[in-house]
């Protein structure tokens, strides 16, 4: 299978522990997204990469996250000292830079699931 | 800004009855849509995309959706359910620029029964 895969699928915690995930794209992709899910509600953009350069940053995104992409290709996630709010869905997200159309597809990963006790 | 708004968050059909799940659209200007499904415990999947081009759009599985810029609508829908199409459907905008972010609505969750 050569779609994007994520790791942990699901990660309980405690309060206050740091989490980190893993996102592996699709290899030829120089493009990659993190959106977050709450329950019943649809994903909401994180930050995104274009290859190791983080370039866009949501101001969902607090100071107790961090995304880094070191060499251009797998990702990490890390949330330190979590809260329960931050219980979601983390969903990956890659892609080929947009071409003259203007956008290129963005394929997902299965998620990781983060339940904060 | 853009955004969607998905007037339904639960639809419920029998197998073999048209599929009609509704999405409007805020926009300044001509807006590229897409419509992506979520089954359980799998990725979302792009199922039909509009980008300017004709407004009634062919999607996978049977899926289609008309862009219709006088009711900034863009439903979805599908002749005949079948219960392999029961899923959360999410409409979803992009915003243009060199990000590429997309904008999904809230979620319509769609059941098929017998």
């Known amino acids: 299978d050569t779609g994007v895969s994520q790791n942990p699928r699901h990660k309980i915690t405690k309060r206050g522990q740091n989490v980190t995930f893993r996102c592996d794209p699709i290899s030829e992709h120089n493009r990659l997204y993190w959106y977050r899910q709450t329950l019943g509600q649809g994903p909401e953009f994180l930050t995104y990469f274009q290859n190791e350069a983080q370039l866009e940053k949501s101001r969902l995104l607090s100071d107790r996250f961090s995304a880094e992409r070191p060499k251009g290709s797998f990702s990490t996630l890390e949330i330190q000292r979590t809260e329960q709010g931050d219980s979601a869905m983390y969903l990956c997200?890659?892609?080929?830079?947009?071409?003259?159309?203007?956008?290129?597809?963005?394929?997902f990963g299965p998620g990781t699931r983060l339940t904060v006790l | 800004a853009q955004s969607v708004t998905q007037l339904d968050s639960h639809v419920s059909v029998s197998e073999g009855t048209p599929v009609l799940l509704r999405c409007n659209y805020s926009s300044s200007y001509s807006p590229s849509l897409f419509w992506y499904v979520q089954h359980p415990n799998k990725g979302l999947q792009l199922l039909l995309k509009y980008t300017s081009a004709a407004t009634l759009v062919k999607g996978i599985n049977g899926f289609e959706a008309e862009f219709k810029k006088s009711e900034t609508s863009f439903h979805l829908t599908k002749p005949s359910a079948h219960m392999s199409d029961a899923a959360e459907y999410f409409c979803v905008v992009i915003h243009t620029g060199t990000a590429s972010k997309l904008t999904f609505g809230t979620g319509t969750r769609l059941q098929v029964t017998l």
């Open positions: 997200a890659s892609s080929l830079s947009p071409g003259l159309a203007g956008y290129n597809e963005q394929f």
